[in-house]
């Protein structure tokens, strides 16, 4: 059974940083953890993905790669996006989600498992 919790959303001021939490509860099979965000009248945008318990280097998508950075924390199931200079642009609502492998990281319906989704807002 796999689950995906994500919290940490809210809004904050253009400029300001956040993180957001994923807590991952997994089968041993879905190690790829995937960050999206859902924005009014656009589809599901990729933001990065990495393994659980991997050294392997995140992959991020060009258009948030010089501002968001994704981590684990060491021995627990948490995946974390933080997210800097946000920009209202930024707005929406983010998720996590788990698929076996990240060969196909950046697809959103390459991904099997969903979290609940947390609102961020970022105001000018």
């Known amino acids: 059974q796999v689950g995906l919790v994500e919290s940490g959303g809210g809004s904050v001021q253009a400029g300001e940083s956040l993180t957001l939490s994923c807590a991952v509860s997994?089968?041993?099979?879905?190690?790829?953890i995937g960050w999206f965000r859902q924005t009014p009248g656009k589809e599901r945008e990729v933001l990065g993905a990495r393994y659980l318990h991997s050294s392997s280097p995140p992959h991020y998508a060009d258009s948030v790669k010089d501002r968001f950075t994704i981590s684990q924390e060491k021995d627990k199931n948490t995946v974390y996006l933080h997210m800097n200079s946000l920009k209202p642009e930024d707005t929406g609502l983010y998720y996590c989600?788990?698929?076996?492998?990240?060969?196909?990281?950046?697809?959103?319906?390459?991904?099997?498992?969903w979290g609940q989704g947390t609102q961020v807002t970022v105001s000018s």
């Open positions: 997994v089968s041993s099979s879905h190690k790829c």
């Open positions: 989600a788990a698929q076996v492998f990240c060969i196909d990281w950046a697809t959103a319906g390459a991904y099997t498992h």
